[in-house]
């Protein structure tokens, strides 16, 4: 208990500040869409057949600016977010018409804590650290709740520290730990699943991370280069033919000659935001390549897909966004708390006292 207790305290007091980091981040990303105060966002979510049409055939109209992607407007945010290489976008009205534009994610408040909350504005790396801090804080999660155990009948539930000395400190992160202790796991294994899909397997079975990349990736196909005016028209008919209940979400053109134009659209009875139903389409003549309706795929690929609306607060309305909040408050504190107590007021209590005086419990 002694070794599990030290390794508790330390990776806390090594990965303490990742896990505020990403905390407080993600706590304020549940409430992304009111962040992008700009003219037409409270406009109600248009997905009418023609409209999209209209939409999209503006959008796409010069070859030369055309985004790689967009993604539609919704039921809490009135604009379409236009993607344009790597770093550059803008918003446009339902109708077409560019409303802002950038040429750096941090010029827009929502885009850089999205950065910051997936990649810790370190691209492909700091997606990684965020992983491993993700499996760090399911064994905090699972450690603490054994630690926990041996202390249960000294519970109290706090807020806040009744003050701010280490033995409080370590009371009320102990105290507060155990009655998020089954949210926190959620958040961290589907967060940490996002990430490292293989992990997935822990709960999905072995063959899970293998079904849900097949499931996922686009057909084989020979298709010509992308059209100087595609079909647009065409493929939205076609995708409405096929869905007739479900929302347009996201258009994406081909990153390379060869493949497929996607789109992707969001069944009623789906949780993801932005759907997993797919179509792709010859980018040359707008022909249907597949169609996978994302409520027919298996059983771990439907499971998977829950992970990030669960995630994320996409799901449940606002009472589940309010309890998500909470979560990710706790965790900020937690991992706030963890740091300044072992990093800081240990050493001063250590300075006064000297190392071998036992500091007594409150």
């Known amino acids: 208990m002694k070794t599990l207790d030290?390794?508790?305290?330390?990776?806390?007091?090594?990965?303490?500040?990742?896990?505020?980091?990403?905390?407080?981040?993600?706590?304020?990303?549940?409430?992304?869409?009111?962040?992008?105060?700009?003219?037409?966002?409270?406009?109600a979510q248009v997905q009418g057949t023609p409209a999209i049409i209209a939409t999209t055939e503006q959008m796409m109209a010069d070859?030369?600016?055309?985004?790689?992607?967009?993604?539609?407007?919704?039921?809490?945010?009135?604009?379409?977010?236009?993607?344009?290489?790597?770093?550059?976008?803008?918003?446009?009205?339902?109708?077409?018409?560019?409303?802002?534009?950038?040429?750096?994610?941090?010029?827009?408040?929502?885009?850089?804590?999205?950065?910051?909350?997936?990649?810790?504005?370190?691209?492909?790396?700091?997606?990684?650290?965020?992983?491993?801090?993700?499996?760090?804080?399911?064994?905090?999660?699972?450690?603490?709740?054994?630690?926990?155990?041996?202390?249960?009948?000294?519970?109290?539930?706090?807020?806040?520290?009744k003050r701010l000395?280490?033995?409080?400190?370590?009371?009320?992160?102990?105290d507060l730990g155990i009655v998020f202790a089954p949210l926190l796991l959620l958040v961290m294994f589907t967060g940490t699943t996002m990430i490292f899909r293989p992990v997935s397997a822990l709960v999905l079975g072995p063959s899970a991370p293998a079904t849900i990349e097949a499931s996922f990736k686009a057909p084989e196909a020979q298709v010509g280069a992308l059209a100087d005016k595609p079909d647009w028209a065409?493929?939205?008919?076609?995708?409405?033919?096929?869905?007739?209940?479900?929302?347009?979400?996201?258009?994406?053109?081909?990153?390379?000659?060869?493949?497929?134009?996607?789109?992707?659209?969001?069944?009623?009875?789906?949780?993801?935001?932005?759907?997993?139903?797919?179509?792709?389409?010859?980018?040359d003549t707008g022909e249907l390549i597949e169609a996978r309706d994302a409520l027919t795929l298996p059983g771990a690929t439907q499971a998977f897909n829950t992970f990030y609306p669960l995630h994320a607060a996409k799901v449940g309305g606002l009472a589940y966004?309010?309890?998500?909040?909470?979560?990710?408050?706790?965790?900020?504190?937690?991992?706030?708390?963890?740091v300044w107590s072992f990093w800081f007021r240990r050493n001063r209590i250590a300075r006064r006292f000297g190392s071998g005086v036992t500091v007594p419990a409150e």
């Open 234 to 283: 065409r493929m939205i008919r076609t995708a409405r033919e096929r869905f007739p209940d479900a929302e347009i979400r996201i258009l994406s053109l081909p990153k390379e000659v060869g493949k497929p134009i996607t789109l992707r659209m969001k069944q009623p009875e789906e949780w993801l935001p932005n759907g997993r139903t797919t179509l792709w389409f010859a980018p």
């Open 63 to 161: 070859p030369a600016a055309r985004p790689s992607s967009v993604v539609f407007a919704t039921d809490s945010l009135g604009l379409n977010r236009l993607s344009f290489g790597k770093e550059a976008g803008a918003y446009a009205d339902q109708a077409g018409n560019i409303v802002t534009r950038w040429d750096d994610p941090w010029q827009r408040p929502e885009l850089f804590l999205f950065d910051l909350h997936h990649h810790l504005l370190a691209g492909e790396t700091g997606e990684i650290v965020g992983g491993i801090a993700g499996l760090c804080g399911l064994f905090f999660v699972i450690s603490g709740t054994v630690l926990w155990w041996r202390t249960r009948r000294t519970f109290a539930f706090r807020l806040l520290p």
């Open 165 to 174: 000395s280490r033995p409080a400190i370590l009371r009320h992160h102990r």
């Open 6 to 43: 030290l390794l508790h305290r330390w990776t806390g007091g090594l990965v303490g500040l990742v896990l505020l980091v990403l905390g407080l981040s993600g706590t304020i990303l549940i409430h992304r869409d009111a962040l992008v105060m700009l003219p037409h966002a409270g406009d």
């Open 321 to 338: 966004k309010l309890v998500m909040t909470l979560v990710g408050l706790a965790l900020s504190l937690l991992g706030s708390l963890a």
